[in-house]
């Protein structure tokens, strides 16, 4: 069974415009990571945050973490034509740290 | 460096035939996955790999087998295919268990 779901499950917006989407889980997790996946490649990694951390940054995107609420917002600034994919949210949890990937929320940025 | 790379990137199968899965990273990883992905279902686990050696059932491992041949090497073989096992296969690779994972480009299987 996944642990995180991503909401929404899709997302329309212009270019520039902000991008926000986010991912709950059902038990404690160790940390979680976003991925993004372009149309028919392998996924790629963008940040993980542990679950002792509150945000990250890395360029346009910034992550937080809720570990109270469960939850967790991956937000890109100032949206690009090529930020269009889909984006996973993958927990980590127990003692195997194995990720559990959600059903992901496919984002169009229209030019 | 190559990162992970995954043979074939397709493969169209008949019910009951067997194949092989190959995947190989190039980054001395220590942990190696095979996940499916299917539509609206996101990623799940088949097997991994948490290290040379050793191999562990993930969320969906009925009907596969794997092979961790090296520290390099992580195959996944179907014995004997069945429709529902049509999917998009990747692999993945990642220092050690748990953080960031590198992912194959895929192997579109179809089991007719």
């Known amino acids: 069974s996944q642990q995180g779901e991503e909401d929404p499950q899709a997302l329309s917006i212009q270019e520039g415009e902000n991008a926000t989407m986010n991912c709950s889980y059902k038990t404690s997790i160790n940390n979680l990571q976003w991925y993004r996946q372009n149309s028919g490649r392998g996924l790629v990694h963008l940040i993980l945050i542990r679950s002792n951390e509150r945000e990250k940054h890395s360029g346009r995107l910034r992550v937080t973490l809720d570990t109270s609420k469960k939850s967790s917002s991956l937000l890109i600034t100032a949206s690009r034509a090529a930020d269009t994919a889909s984006y996973f949210c993958?927990?980590?949890?127990?003692?195997?740290?194995?990720?559990?990937f959600g059903r992901g929320t496919s984002l169009i940025v229209h030019p | 460096n190559a990162g992970v790379t995954q043979t074939p990137k397709f493969q169209v199968l008949k019910t009951g035939q067997s194949m092989t899965l190959q995947c190989a990273q190039d980054m001395n990883h220590n942990s190696m996955y095979w996940y499916r992905q299917d539509p609206g279902m996101g990623l799940r686990l088949i097997y991994y790999s948490a290290s040379e050696g050793t191999t562990d059932k993930g969320e969906v491992p009925n009907g596969y087998n794997v092979s961790r041949l090296n520290k390099r090497e992580f195959s996944l073989r179907l014995e004997s295919a069945a429709p529902s096992q049509t999917s998009v296969y990747f692999c993945?690779?990642?220092?050690?268990?748990?953080?960031?994972?590198?992912f194959g480009p895929g192997t579109r299987l179809t089991v007719l």
């Open positions: 993945a690779s990642s220092p050690e268990r748990g953080i960031e994972q590198f």
């Open positions: 993958a927990t980590g949890s127990g003692g195997s740290y194995i990720p559990t």
